[in-house]
């Protein structure tokens, strides 16, 4: 189960069309320097995915310049067969190993980016130490030959705490020192977060020594700037742990050439919102300071409707697994004007859509600040995964107070589209025809609505809550919230990203048989409204099975922050008895399939599913109070696959798995001022292709 993908589909970003029709060359300058920018941080996701994963590209980089500089191999044709297939090393291992190279640059890391599992190489350590070896690469390999291979023990295949077995860079332990606990990871984060004030987003906690942390903070400079306050550079730890000390410079390198290209975009914003908004950003990379990349997300909010859209920085906290760290993530795209029509009409009936959400007025914000909700054709994304649709800043506090942006992204959405005549698993004969025709159409307008709708309502209560409010599902009083220094992240903490998709997802399907929201995502007919929303249903029920794959028997941990959520939520469908799931093979489940009482559909304003409604009234009400112990019960109960007794059918899911699709990026250059100077770059939808876009960005 470990093994990497044999063949998994290829496909490019397709934006040539869209860069080349920005109006300006300032425009492009723009975009290219906001593209090498995000791209500089590639050696970080590196580093935070696991110890061992920037070892392994470095060497799959020098493999590929011993292939490019061969004879053998053009430009056009990096004939890795003909370099390397010889008595010793057959076409067919060498083709496992383009396979692992290319999955494991698609994941920026040897752990999946969708479901935090460790793959290995199908080719065998002799034949690709033999590859290393014609590659001058043989002492690269031998380095991290036992890391690249070992699956032993089980539980350092999954991500997660380092004190339960698991795999984590966010948290390391020096050489000969107990492994750093949970408990002392709480406690820096209260002491350092909670009573100073530094957030946490771009740190990593490091244990020198017994009671003795450092709390590393990624920046270009080795010391705190002047934006930090004149605060000691260490802090005790409660009940006797010992002590933290701040230390700036992590990722020093990485974070000056961000800098660097930032100083060079400078030059080419479109506006004094953009000029704010990256000084910020160097301010925050330069020295380290989160509030200056707080700063850098007010003005980006403001930055309304911009002909390239760009965020950097570290943002989402999916793969701590205390739930407060950021990956690095760079994002740059142009605006499809023709798709954004859709989601700007939305955006204007938001607040009839909002009233219609089953929680009181009290668990909404008091006025609904509209975003912008823009789809963007990506040109570059750096980080371990390319999402479908984002809502951004998380600074709740933002969030509350200044407003946020909605993006769905295309291209992702366009490539991620299936073509294949193959009959979709889990699927029974009579929704396949329906469920291919629509499940495009029905994925976008789930995104628009869970990055809008679903990430963009309700509120945090950071004062007692009025007398007598209840919650709406239970009725049971409110009667918790959120402390001075607290966050979303920091109170749920390990569960926050996975109950947060949950809740937005729980959105998505509540209203996905609204019929203005149907219309305005172009079906107008009744009967294409019912396959639409029927499709989401089929195609949330059927991603909830197909959960199964990320989570591990062994530890019961879920791997995966999405498919957890979406697991859930097929539970809820089974327990209301709109899904069952059918089958005659009593051992294999060879025939599995998933139906759904598409009677208990209705297309009616306001006809949102009760039990979605139940579920999504607790999982929202808990979140907005703060109300972490019946929150957690809630989740841990739906989302737990022994007590629904699911877990007999995960052989099969496992046996009919997919491999995952991996998205290749162009790459621009530039070296002069006219529009003839900036290059833009494709690459052919093969493994090389994929290895050659990381090799000519590569610093």
Not at 350 to 363: G, K, N
Not at 651 to 663: S, T, Y
Request: proline share 5%.
């Amino acid at each position: 189960m470990y093994l990497a993908d044999a063949k998994a589909p290829i496909c490019s970003l397709k934006v040539q069309s869209h860069f080349e029709a920005l109006p300006t060359v300032k425009a492009r300058k723009y975009a290219h320097h906001m593209a090498r920018a995000a791209h500089a941080g590639t050696r970080v996701v590196l580093r935070q995915v696991s110890a061992e994963s920037e070892a392994i590209y470095d060497l799959i980089m020098k493999i590929h310049a011993h292939v490019q500089a061969s004879p053998s191999s053009s430009p056009s044709k990096l004939d890795y067969v003909a370099v390397f297939a010889n008595d010793s090393i057959s076409k067919e291992q060498v083709q496992q190993y383009l396979d692992y190279a290319s999955q494991f640059l698609s994941n920026l890391g040897n752990y999946k980016s969708f479901g935090d599992t460790k793959f290995v190489p199908r080719v065998s350590q002799e034949a690709f130490r033999a590859l290393a070896a014609a590659a001058n690469a043989a002492e690269a390999f031998d380095a991290v030959r036992d890391p690249l291979y070992s699956t032993i023990p089980e539980k350092a295949n999954l991500l997660g705490h380092l004190d339960q077995g698991h795999v984590t860079t966010y948290y390391s332990t020096a050489p000969g020192v107990a492994t750093i606990t949970q408990r002392e990871i709480a406690a820096v984060q209260a002491v350092v977060t909670i009573e100073h004030g530094i957030l946490p987003e771009n740190s990593t906690v490091h244990k020198v020594a017994p009671g003795e942390f450092e709390f590393q903070i990624a920046s270009a400079e080795p010391a705190s700037g002047a934006t930090t306050t004149a605060a000691p550079t260490f802090y005790e730890l409660p009940n006797g742990l010992g002590r933290v000390t701040l230390k700036h410079g992590a990722h020093a390198r990485e974070m000056g050439l961000v800098v660097r290209e930032l100083e060079a975009a400078a030059a080419y914003v479109a506006n004094d919102t953009q000029a704010r908004m990256l000084a910020a950003y160097i301010d925050a990379f330069r020295t380290g300071s989160m509030e200056a990349h707080k700063q850098s997300q007010r003005e980006w909010v403001h930055d309304a409707q911009p002909l390239v859209e760009t965020n950097v920085g570290f943002i989402e906290t999916y793969r701590d697994p205390a739930g407060v760290r950021g990956e690095w993530e760079g994002l740059v795209a142009m605006v499809n004007a023709e798709r954004t029509a859709k989601f700007s009409k939305l955006v204007r009936d938001a607040e009839d859509y909002i009233a219609r959400l089953p929680w009181p007025r009290e668990f909404e914000k008091d006025t609904f600040t509209a975003p912008d909700f823009t789809s963007l054709e990506v040109l570059a994304f750096a980080g371990s995964g390319i999402p479908a649709g984002i809502n951004i800043p998380n600074y709740d506090d933002i969030r509350q107070d200044v407003g946020f942006k909605n993006v769905s992204l295309g291209n992702v959405l366009s490539a991620k589209q299936n073509d294949s005549d193959e009959a979709i698993t889990f699927l029974h004969e009579a929704d396949q025809a329906l469920y291919k025709k629509y499940h495009a159409d029905a994925f976008e307008m789930q995104v628009g609505v869970h990055e809008l709708l679903g990430h963009g309502t309700g509120r945090l209560f950071t004062a007692p809550a009025p007398a007598g409010l209840v919650h709406p599902g239970s009725g049971e009083p409110v009667t918790t919230h959120y402390a001075p220094g607290e966050t979303w992240g920091s109170v749920f903490g390990a569960i926050a990203a996975s109950y947060e998709e949950c809740r937005a997802e729980l959105v998505a399907m509540y209203l996905a048989t609204e019929p203005a929201i149907l219309e305005t995502f172009g079906h107008s007919t009744p009967e294409a409204q019912s396959d639409v929303a029927y499709a989401a249903y089929l195609q949330m029920a059927r991603a909830g099975l197909l959960a199964l794959e990320y989570w591990d028997p062994a530890t019961a941990k879920w791997g995966q922050a999405h498919m957890q959520a979406r697991f859930s939520i097929l539970k809820c469908f089974l327990d209301a008895g709109l899904a069952r799931i059918v089958y005659t093979d009593k051992t294999g489940f060879s025939d599995l399939v998933i139906e759904l009482d598409r009677t208990q559909l209705p297309i009616a304003p306001g006809a949102g599913h009760p039990a979605v409604a139940r579920y999504l009234q607790d999982i929202h009400s808990y979140k907005c109070a703060g109300d972490v112990a019946r929150g957690r019960a809630l989740y841990s109960h739906m989302s737990d696959v022994e007590a629904a007794d699911l877990a007999r059918f995960r052989p099969v899911v496992l046996a009919k798995k997919q491999p995952r699709k991996q998205l290749i990026q162009p790459n621009t250059f530039a070296s002069g001022a006219t529009a003839a100077d900036i290059e833009f770059r494709d690459y052919p939808e093969t493994n090389q292709g994929m290895i050659q876009s990381f090799f000519d960005r590569t610093v």
